[in-house]
């Protein structure tokens, strides 16, 4: 079962690659230092200092440059596929030298290696990709807000033609693109980050839904102000004036100020509850990638999460109602009713209990003497296999070979790497609830206590073992 649960982790996984030999343009031209490796430059230009120009439009789709976006994407899948190709020979036992040949520890130990440094390669190839990744965001997250600025600007000329041109639709599109240019100077400040998406990426380099929530309401509200604003400028009389003033009145818009704040408090709340369980050790996290769009809707696994994805559903439509609230009567913020209101408070009281409910620390249940078939039953010995038997050893966050290869198991004062076991599709060793490391030399007979660190860096409890001379 263990090995089952580790060969399907490893084809799920984005970080396995191979020992790459990164393409360019011409053959035999020696590949640029990967970022995050020895010999690789740190400082990197900001987006608009030229690296995104040089990463867009000279580059071709076809293009193998390891500079450009597209070309380390290409050396990541190639990379991917190398190391794949890599794991399974080795799994069927091809390219194992004869030195270490004649001993299955050291035969075990050898592919270990050979597995633990090609997947640190593929995860420096992994981390280049990203960076290129960001590059290219930034520019598509103003795309996306220049379009939205034209669907506006086609939404008010086609319903013109019935009802005409009013000041109220000269207001709602100032807003607009006075909106939209905001985000384009924050853009290009956090262009390294994620363009406009840099607020709602967390820590963990994942879209975060409290905050793509908070920022939903936040951007509601602001332009609802924005075109009560510019209603005010083109005002002519007095009692214009005055209705849009009033418009602006707590008893019209309690119920949007009011899930405005709640939204903002559970984005703050839920940062500080999961930054507080990752350092008490009570919640493995590991950085990702790059974010995506379905990081709003899922876990850290990938698979749907019912909390958040009620929590974006709910408030998306609320603030579709709001806009045709808005769109209805521009002289006023949006009229949130408060059972609309209520809806939404309701569902974000659900989000935030089970951001509080989560939490998976890993726990060793028992250790016991890994037996082969024909051995003789007997204690501990250094040179022994020991299973270490439990849970949550892989968190969903950090499956990626280069991670596995970064476990340790304490055995009293020796630190012992957990070997790279392939198996063709993935690993048998190690899993998320049985692990197998052997007790080296130096530990000496008696009593010692055993302890992982899992894949996320999080200790387990300690457990006492019994090493026989």
């Keep these: 079962m263990a090995g089952r649960e580790a060969g399907n982790t490893a084809d799920d996984t984005n970080g396995a690659g191979g020992v790459p030999v990164a393409p360019g343009h011409r053959t035999g031209e020696a590949p640029p230092p990967v970022p995050h490796q020895a010999g690789a430059p740190d400082d990197r230009p900001a ?42 020979a080795l799994a069927a036992g091809e390219g194992l030298p004869a030195a270490v040949s004649y001993s299955a520890g050291a035969s075990r130990q050898w592919i270990s290696d050979e597995l633990t440094q090609a997947a640190r390669e593929v995860g420096a190839r992994a981390r280049a990709e990203a960076h290129g990744w960001y590059v290219l965001l930034w520019r598509r997250t103003l795309y996306v807000v220049w379009g939205a600025v034209a669907v506006l600007l086609l939404g008010q000329v086609a319903t013109a033609f019935a009802a005409g041109w009013t000041a109220a639709r000269t207001a709602g599109l100032l807003a607009a693109l006075l909106g939209a240019g905001l985000l384009t100077g924050a853009a290009r400040l956090h262009g390294r980050r994620g363009g406009v998406l840099a607020p709602v990426i967390g820590e963990d380099n994942r879209l975060s839904t409290s905050r793509a929530v908070a920022a939903l309401w936040v951007l509601l509200t602001v332009y609802a102000v924005l075109v009560l604003a510019g209603r005010l400028a ?98 006023q913020l949006p009229d949130l009713p408060w059972g609309l209101a209520l809806l939404v408070l309701v569902s974000a009281a659900t989000y935030l209990a089970s951001k509080y409910a989560e939490g998976s620390r890993p726990v060793i249940h028992a250790v016991v003497r890994a037996r082969e078939a024909g051995d003789l039953d007997g204690p501990i010995r250094t040179g022994d296999d020991i299973e270490i038997r439990g849970a949550g050893f892989l968190p969903p966050s950090a499956r990626t070979p280069d991670r596995l290869a970064r476990m340790v198991v304490r055995i009293g004062a020796v630190h012992v790497h957990v ?49 026989g001379d």
Excluded: M
């Design 47 to 88: 987006p608009g200092d030229g690296e995104a120009e040089r990463a867009d439009a000279p580059h071709p789709h076809t293009c193998a440059c390891p500079r450009c976006p597209r070309g380390a994407r290409a050396a990541h899948r190639e990379a991917q596929a190398a190391f794949r190709a890599r794991r399974d």
């Design 234 to 331: 083109f005002a002519s009389g007095d009692g214009e004036r005055d209705t849009l003033i009033a418009g602006l009145d707590l008893a019209r818009g309690a119920g949007l100020v009011t899930v405005l704040a709640v939204t903002c408090a559970v984005a703050v709340v839920v940062r500080r509850v999961v930054a507080v369980r990752v350092q008490g050790q009570r919640l493995q996290k590991a950085r990702a990638p790059r974010p995506r769009a379905a990081d709003l809707l899922t876990d850290d696994s990938g698979r749907a999460h019912f909390a958040d994805t009620q929590y974006v559903l709910v408030s998306a439509v609320a603030t579709v109602y709001a806009l045709v609230r808005l769109a209805r009567r521009p002289d």
């Design 419 to 467: 070997p790279l076991v392939p198996v063709p599709g993935g690993f048998t060793n190690p899993s998320d609830t049985a692990l197998i490391v052997p007790v080296p030399v130096e530990v000496e007979p008696g009593k010692a206590e055993v302890q992982l660190v899992s894949a996320a860096g999080v200790e387990t409890n300690k457990v006492t073992i019994e090493v």
